[in-house]
């Protein structure tokens, strides 16, 4: 059958036999040496095809048995510990089978064109690279070339393959199995965990893409903080040293996690571990023009769950009001001189959001948007001046009645973004976040409706 080489390095680099640190788009190796790198791109090759012999009472999933060599990541080593974790043919009990699943039990080439699916629904291609959804393109483009390394982090691809095929055509079997997929995933997940010389860089990537299928399936409100808690603690655990090669599987890990990271540290009501001067570091990159807006941003969202915190210890006299209120203040200031520049920059390159006719009678207007990452830096913008007049609110501030009232312009602002995020699929796992912020401060004639939205995508 067809296959491709194992070497995952760029054509000089395999050449030369030495070691290639696979950067995007180009790897360092060939930079320093000032020559043109020529990428990754495989020949084909003609490989046998085996199949594991496995107990007559379980159906074995028949992958090809040519795999692809990780990355060489310094974090990717494996130990003798996890042979059975990573090998040529990886074998699990498979879901009952249904004629729009069986693909997924053919060879590694079909198992590589599913990925490459998986890759375009949660982030399509951009007509605008650099205003597109290229950190989550990034961090699956690594995953791709890992599929065949380790049994969790294929069964993981696999659940949430199955799940957005399922939602997409509304597939009843596919979403179950999905399910049979994900139970079998957190199975061999548990054993991979228990092996101290496992790859992180893959039991990260497989416990994250565990968090999506849970923001996905949405079948408990709160069920994916489990699993978000489980990436933030591998990668506090790990520590910033770990994502500071910024053209690193590790580092494209980062950028996608750490909005969770502190989504999750919304929900615990906790302050965000990344809001340390250590992890501070990693959210300034050298490489970006100074002042980079969304970077800018990102530093602030960040200090908010810890804000939240404190006015919570405020009110229990436990934490100066007064510190607090001049910070908060001063970061809303900031926050609105961002999101002009960034209205500034729109106008420029024209991506502007634009009215058009809503979904439903209570909004007869809404936003579209030329792309999700536009979509959600205006979103992120609408929560965060929520969470900033919150803090003030609860401090106490002068002037509580405009803070409440910019809530709710928000909140309704929030409101008309959803039409267009609803149905892609990251759009719909950030709306289950926005909705929420928008309902606790939207009026009383928008909360129906936000219920009616929140109960639509957890169906």
């Not at 003609?46 to 379980?58: A, E, G, I, K």
């Not at 070339?145 to 393959?161: E, N, Q």
Request: net charge positive; charged share 20%; hydrophobic share 35%.
């Amino acid at each position: 059958m067809v296959g491709v080489p194992r070497s995952t390095g760029c054509a000089t680099c395999v050449s030369r036999r030495i070691k290639c640190d696979e950067g995007r788009p180009t790897c360092q190796k060939c930079e320093k040496a000032g020559r043109s790198c020529p990428g990754y791109a495989r020949d084909l090759q003609f490989r046998n095809r085996t199949m594991t012999v496995v107990s007559r009472n379980t159906r074995p999933i028949v992958v090809d048995s040519i795999s692809s060599a990780s990355p060489t990541d310094s974090s990717s080593s494996l130990g003798s510990d996890s042979s059975d974790l990573r090998r040529d043919s990886v074998v699990a009990t498979t879901p009952p089978e249904v004629d729009s699943v069986k693909s997924l039990h053919l060879p590694r080439t079909e198992q590589l064109q599913i990925m490459s699916a998986l890759i375009d629904g949660f982030a399509p291609p951009s007509a605008e690279p650099t205003q597109g959804p290229s950190m989550i393109r990034d961090w699956l483009s690594f995953v791709y070339y890992r599929i065949g390394s380790t049994t969790p982090l294929d069964l993981a691809m696999r659940s949430v393959a199955c799940m957005q095929f399922g939602l997409r055509t509304k597939d009843t079997n596919m979403i179950n199995v999905s399910r049979g997929y994900y139970g079998y995933a957190l199975q061999t997940l548990r054993k991979a965990l228990m092996a101290p010389a496992t790859a992180q860089s893959e039991l990260q990537s497989t416990v994250m893409l565990l968090t999506f299928y849970e923001l996905m399936s949405n079948r408990k409100e709160d069920e994916w903080v489990r699993h978000s808690g489980g990436s933030v603690e591998m990668m506090r655990v790990r520590g910033p040293s770990a994502y500071t090669n910024r053209k690193s599987f590790d580092y494209s890990m980062y950028l996608v996690c750490r909005y969770y990271i502190v989504m999750e540290a919304f929900y615990k009501r906790k302050a965000c571990f990344l809001d340390s001067p250590e992890w501070n570091t990693l959210a300034r990159d050298p490489d970006s023009a100074e002042g980079d807006i969304r970077e800018s941003m990102f530093r602030i969202h960040v200090q908010i769950p810890g804000l939240i915190r404190n006015a919570q210890r405020t009110a229990a006299g436990q934490y100066d009001a007064f510190e607090l209120i001049k910070k908060t203040v001063e970061l809303r200031t900031t926050v609105k001189q961002l999101y002009d520049q960034w209205i500034v920059e729109l106008i420029a390159t024209n991506n502007m959001p634009t009215e058009v006719p809503g979904e439903d009678e209570l909004f007869p207007m809404v936003y579209h948007f030329n792309n999700l990452a536009v979509h959600g830096f205006m979103s992120q913008h609408c929560s965060t001046i929520i969470q900033l007049n919150s803090v003030l609110i609860q401090c106490g501030l002068p002037g509580k009645e405009e803070y409440i009232q910019e809530c709710r312009e928000q909140a309704e602002q929030l409101c008309r973004y959803v039409q267009f995020a609803q149905g892609r699929v990251l759009g719909s796992i950030l709306l289950h976040f926005w909705l929420i912020t928008a309902k606790r401060h939207a009026e009383d004639k928008y909360q129906d409706w936000i219920s009616a939205k929140q109960a639509a995508i957890q169906k």
